[in-house]
């Protein structure tokens, strides 16, 4: 009896306290700071803005009979979630200002980069996992040098975005390297295999294959760092300057960028060549040649 007594003047007090706690909820949440989503939602005016030369852009293609205009409207919807979402998560990162998130989303963008470089480069065994490595290689290991000259210091405001542009270069780098390192041996597969026949190492046979591909796949950004500010203001660069820093700080930050562009997609792509031979012969120095049927 008396049990019974306790557990209804329990529940009494329960049902009594519960639109307390849920004021406190509401409370709590009425609380909560949304100032940050506002100001996203009216930043955003512009971007939907700039859409209109898009639109442009499919109405032309309709007009010309292009067929472009879905794959137009899919690329900016789907660039414009992308973006959305990754600000939400660099927003997280940032505040939480944790090495192990600076890591965890340079392995991300290290993975993302290798499966599509593996995608250009198709023909290629084992091409996305070359491409991984040789890209993981090429940028940490440029990456490292910036900081233990103090060049950036390890945070995730400066690592991040600096990684993603290292990432970036040396993704489209290696990926054009492999597919035409691949292509070149493939349309002289019988002067590599002369030279095999003759003796040659893999390396030596494929020298001239190797240094075209290299030659092809660096030219871009070489000629990026010989042209940069005479023909187009790079993506940092007029960031900054937008943002309303000096002109001159913009240059200097603009010259960091360039040199470890190219030491990053050099490394990663001198690397990838390497990494490639294994699937290119077999131990005895020989030709793969299904690797070669498919054009």
Not at 153 to 163: G, L, N, Q, S
């Amino acid at each position: 009896m008396a049990s019974t007594i306790f557990s209804t003047a329990q529940t009494t007090q329960n049902l009594t306290l519960f639109p307390e706690h849920l004021m406190m909820i509401e409370a709590d949440l009425s609380s909560t700071d949304w100032s940050f989503l506002v100001e996203f939602l009216k930043g955003m005016a512009k971007p939907l803005a700039a859409t209109v030369v898009v639109l442009m852009a499919v109405v032309l293609s309709f007009l010309q009979k292009l067929g472009l205009e879905g794959e137009m409207v899919y690329s900016m919807v789907r660039a414009f979630l992308q973006l959305s979402v990754i600000g939400f998560v660099l927003q997280f990162i940032f505040a939480r200002d944790n090495a192990g998130w600076i890591v965890l989303a340079y392995l991300f963008m290290v993975s993302v980069a290798g499966y599509t470089a593996g995608q250009r480069a198709k023909h290629v065994p084992r091409g996305k996992l070359v491409a991984g490595v040789s890209i993981l290689a090429g940028t940490s290991l440029t990456m490292l040098f910036l900081v233990i000259l103090k060049v950036f210091p390890f945070t995730p405001r400066y690592i991040i975005p600096v990684a993603g542009m290292m990432v970036g270069n040396a993704m489209t780098v290696t990926g054009v390297t492999m597919k035409r390192l691949r292509d070149d041996i493939r349309t002289q597969i019988n002067l590599v295999e002369t030279a095999l026949a003759l003796g040659a190492t893999p390396r030596q046979a494929t020298l001239q294959q190797v240094k075209r591909a290299l030659v092809i796949s660096l030219s871009p950004v070489i000629d990026n760092a010989k042209t940069v500010g005479l023909i187009s203001l790079p993506g940092a660069m007029t960031g900054l300057i937008m943002g309303g820093a000096s002109p001159l700080e913009a240059i200097q930050l603009q010259i960091i960028v360039m040199n470890f562009l190219i030491g990053a997609s050099t490394v990663s792509s001198i690397l990838s060549t390497y990494l490639c031979w294994p699937a290119f012969f077999t131990k005895a120095y020989q030709l793969q040649t299904k690797v070669f049927v498919s054009a």
